[in-house]
Each structure stands twice: as structure tokens, then as C-alpha cells.
T-cell receptor, first 114, second 112 residues
Framework: DAMVIQNPRYQVTQFGKPVTLSCSQT?????MYWYQQKSSQAPKLLFH???????NEADTPDNFQSRRPNTSFCFLDIRSPGLGDAAMYLC?????????????FGPGTRLTVL | TQLLEQSPQFLSIQEGENLTVYCNSS?????LQWYRQEPGEGPVLLVT?????EVKKLKRLTFQFGDARKDSSLHITAAQPGDTGLYLC????????????FGKGTKLSVIP
């Protein structure tokens, strides 16, 4: 089945220790997104890629970086995690705005910062 | 900044009851989507509405887009425990927009 896969599902890191979260998709979608979701809050868009074009949200901290080496994979790097970065990180894909931007989400990675 | 307000924030009902949740904005959206998110999982797309006044049905779920495309509702008939989850509405501001504006969600608990 076509899907969005995120690894790992749970990640524990120490304050200030870099961490990388990964996302892969078999949907062959052009657009990939990274969201941060804290408890009882809406998903907050961090950035998105249209193919290799990177688009950063204005309020995304510099501490968050992303890489998309090919269509299928996208990575979220948190360079120096703080306690406030503990959250669920969601990856999503879409074919683009011409299809109403319908998004298909992965299961998420729950990040804990000690 | 476009905002989507969802109400109620929390809803706990008995199995078999009907319910309606609302998604409201002062802004117009070119399309609006509803997602359901279960604890510890990512949101799953339920439906997309694009035309003012549009009504879509998905088994026991009925979705309506307001005539002015500023609001939407989700009605569930005869709720079941499997309907439990966080219901999120999300709007696409313009036809060319890559972004979705998400509401904070309605957390539904259906008690057997």
C-alpha cells in the first residue's frame, strides 16, 4: 500500500544533542511537509518542499533544518534540542495545491528531550 | 492571518448519540478538509469540501461547507466508540496555496 513512513516512532534525546527524524513516502508526491504538534494543539507547519524547492515558515526557529535528497525521503534535523522542542513531529505529503492540498500524514515521531 | 475556530473543544457522549462539531472563520477558504487523529498517530483525511453549500456523506458522518465558504460542520449519527479521536478542520486559503490553516480540533470521546 502507498504510504508515508516515519522513523523512529519514538525518539529520546538529551538537551542540546542533535537529532534527525526521517520520513519516506511511496506516494510519489511532489510536496513534503514537516509539522510540529504539541499536546492539544493544532499541527504547526515548520517548512515544506515542492520537489527540491525549500520553503521555510517565517516563525520556524533556525534550530530546525531539513533535507530532501530525493523525491521519496525527507529529514528533519534539530541541531540543539531544547525542552520546548519536545513534541510530536508529523511528516505529510501532497500532490500540490491544484488538488486542494489534500495531505497524507505519517504516524509521527514522538520526541522527548531530557 | 486566517484562523479556524473549532467548537466544542471537548465532547464526551454515550454510544448511539448524535453530535455536531463546528469549524468557523471570518475568512473565506477555497477548500476545507476534515481529518481524524487518533492518539499517538498522524491525522487521516476524511473529506474535502470545495463548493459553498456542499454536503458530503461518509457513512454516518455528514460534512457541510457553509454557503460563504467561511465555516463547516461535521455531524455524526449514532456515534460509536470507534469514532473517538481528535477531529481537525483545515482550510486552504487560496487555490494556489501550499499551506493549510488548521483548527485546534475537537476531542471526541464516545463511551460504550
Amino acid at each position: 500500500d502507498a504510504m508515508v513512513i516515519q522513523n523512529p516512532r519514538y525518539q529520546v534525546t538529551q538537551f542540546g544533542k542533535p537529532v534527525t527524524l526521517s520520513c519516506s513516502q511511496t506516494l510519489n508526491h511532489n510536496v513534503m511537509y514537516w509539522y510540529q504538534q504539541k499536546s492539544s494543539q493544532a499541527p504547526k507547519l515548520l517548512f515544506h518542499y515542492y520537489d527540491k524547492d525549500f520553503n521555510n515558515e517565517a516563525d520556524t526557529p533556525d534550530n530546525f533544518q531539513s533535507r530532501r535528497p530525493n523525491t521519496s525521503f525527507c529529514f528533519l534535523d534539530i541541531r540543539s534540542p531544547g525542552l520546548g522542542d519536545a513534541a510530536m513531529y508529523l511528516c505529510a505529503t501532497s500532490t500540490g495545491p491544484e488538488d486542494y492540498n489534500e495531505q497524507f500524514f505519517g504516524p509521527g515521531t514522538r520526541l522527548t528531550v531530557l | 492571518t486566517q484562523l479556524l475556530e473549532q467548537s466544542p473543544q471537548f465532547l464526551s457522549i454515550q454510544e448511539g448519540e448524535n453530535l455536531t462539531v463546528y469549524c468557523n472563520s471570518s475568512s473565506v477558504f477555497s477548500s476545507l478538509q476534515w481529518y481524524r487523529q487518533e492518539p499517538g498517530e498522524g491525522p487521516v483525511l476524511l473529506v474535502t469540501v470545495v463548493t459553498g453549500g456542499e454536503v458530503k456523506k461518509l457513512k454516518r458522518l455528514t460534512f457541510q461547507f457553509g454557503d460563504a465558504r467561511k465555516d463547516s460542520s461535521l455531524h455524526i449519527t449514532a456515534a460509536q466508540p470507534g469514532d473517538t479521536g481528535l477531529y481537525l478542520c483545515a482550510g486552504q486559503a487560496g487555490a494556489g496555496s501550499y499551506q493549510l490553516t488548521f483548527g485546534k480540533g475537537t476531542k471526541l470521546s464516545v463511551i460504550p
